[in-house]
């Protein structure tokens, strides 16, 4: 199998705007994988992937066991296009992390529903593989 050597294009970035369900791999104590489908967005400027969630999921309490700078990867596939982002995890819960969040979330997907104990997990990605890799990558 050869590797995909075009460019990134305008439709690639796109493929982190339309509404797509995602999947992330967050490690569990023992170190097997968890994995779950979840909403994510993706700001290109910034490298930084972002999934809301209940401060009480599994995923988000996996990524607080493990600790700072816990490995994660958020994919999505269409088709024989997809794209996974890996990088590092940390949980945050502060008001301003929690709305900017939601308003991504709100962007990409919809409104989503009030949840008083919502956290958000934000991965510092630090590598993109794929066919539909966002530029920069």
Request: charged share 30%; aromatic share 6%; net charge positive.
């Amino acid at each position: 199998m050869t590797a995909d050597v075009r460019p990134p294009s305008a439709s690639d970035d796109a493929f982190w705007q339309e509404r797509r369900t995602c999947f992330l791999s967050t490690p569990r104590p023992d170190g097997t994988p968890h994995l779950v489908p979840v909403g994510v967005t993706y700001d290109p400027e910034s490298k930084i992937a972002r999934v809301i969630s209940d401060g009480g999921s599994k995923k988000v309490r996996n990524i607080r066991a493990a600790g700072p700078g816990v490995r994660v990867a958020v994919s999505q596939a269409e088709g024989r296009r997809w794209c996974t982002l890996e990088g590092t995890a940390i949980v945050k819960d502060d008001p301003e992390s929690v709305a900017d969040a939601e308003r991504r979330y709100t962007q990409r997907y919809k409104t989503p529903r009030d949840n008083p104990n919502r956290v958000v997990i934000e991965i510092t990605v630090t590598r993109a593989m794929g066919t539909a890799k966002p530029s920069g990558w």
